[in-house]
């Protein structure tokens, strides 16, 4: 039977977790303004530039992971869709979202691109393309469909080499 003496208080479960949110400047190396020796700068200079470096490719490969579940799940999805006749349902039917989904994207990888790395301003420009049709066209017109998985899997392909 429940018995509340068996569980935490909420207070309890409170001081047991904290969440904080810091909003500073990228540290640089060479912007360390404290009197020490030379040697103790060099060695302070290169942590921070090693963990900037840290820092900065993480980043840069959370914007290629975004680009590749969606690249990957708009190729897994519109292999999967099979579009039914007068007899037979679609199976495999997808969403508006699907779309939605890599136009969004699109949208903010720019923004994600704080390297300015010219691979991920390029693959942002064609998941532009990649968008340009709907989800009812993608639904209605084969073509259309295996042009956007051939664009999808060329993005994937090209990512692939930079993730591994």
């Known amino acids: 039977m429940y018995d509340v003496a068996d569980y935490p208080t ?6 047991k977790f904290a ?3 810091a909003v500073a400047p990228m540290p640089m190396g060479a912007d360390f303004r404290v ?10 200079t290169q942590e921070i530039e090693a963990r900037s470096k840290v820092a900065m ?6 914007a290629f992971n975004r680009v590749a579940l969606v690249a990957g799940t708009m190729v897994e999805r519109l292999k999967a869709y099979v579009p039914g006749d007068g007899n037979t349902k679609a199976t495999g039917t997808f969403h508006a979202s699907l779309v939605e989904n890599v ?9 994600l691109n704080i390297a300015n790395d010219p691979l ?20 209605d017109y084969a073509q259309a469909r295996q042009a956007t998985v051939d664009e999808a899997q060329a993005i994937l392909d090209q990512i692939s080499d930079y993730m591994a």
């Open 120 to 139: 991920l301003s390029e693959t942002a420009e064609r998941l532009n393309k990649l968008a340009t049709y709907d989800a009812p066209e993608l639904r």
């Open 35 to 44: 009197t020490i020796s030379d040697d103790a700068r060099a060695i302070l």
């Open 19 to 21: 969440f904080e949110v």
């Open 57 to 62: 490719a993480g980043a840069i490969n959370d």
């Open 10 to 15: 909420l207070d309890d479960i409170k001081s």
């Open 103 to 111: 136009r969004d994207l699109a949208k903010i990888l720019p923004d």
